[in-house]
């Protein structure tokens, strides 16, 4: 009975964690973003910190940008504001798939400007299609009214 139960625990604990995979080179996954591939912001964005830092939308994933120049000790997670026309190089995609979602996260390094060399994530910048992928993943394509591709 005591196997049984460590069998279930092991079964329900293993259910509920994160796998992680590295993706960027798995050609099996079309995703829009590719390594290496260089991309300008053409508005302004929010950088926060969640876990890892990922540009945000204002207004969207972000208090508006006015409201953060007003205030800008309010919200402890908001690192700054990433102005138009800063350059971000993706250097890696990952794939996390759990019972609750599975998700292809794209992470980008920023080139120039006050936050250079911090790597950041792409999701709220980003839309998605669950059809791109072997494992109907949700595959994030560039939201071109936020971000556009300079090479």
């Not at 005591?2 to 259910?15: D, R, S, W």
């Not at 205030?71 to 190089?89: A, E, H, Q, R």
């Not at 759990?98 to 390094?109: L, R, T």
Request: aromatic share 12%; proline share 7%; charged share 20%.
């Amino acid at each position: 009975m005591k196997k049984l139960n460590l069998l279930i625990y092991l079964v329900v604990v293993a259910a509920g964690c994160v796998r992680t995979y590295d993706i960027t080179a798995d050609h099996r996954y079309y995703v829009a973003y590719k390594l290496n591939q260089v991309y300008a912001t053409k508005t302004e964005l929010v950088l926060r910190q969640f876990g890892s830092n990922y540009l945000a939308v204002p207004g969207k994933s972000a208090p508006d940008i006015k409201a953060i120049q007003e205030n800008p000790g309010k919200w402890n997670d908001i690192l700054g504001i990433i102005p138009p026309n800063t350059k971000i190089k993706i250097i890696k995609l990952e794939q996390k798939k759990s019972i609750e979602y599975n998700v292809v996260f794209v992470y980008a390094e920023i080139m120039n400007g006050p936050f250079a060399n911090q790597v950041v994530e792409l999701t709220s910048v980003s839309n998605f299609d669950y059809e791109k992928s072997p494992d109907k993943a949700a595959v994030p394509i560039p939201d071109l009214n936020f971000i556009y591709p300079v090479d």
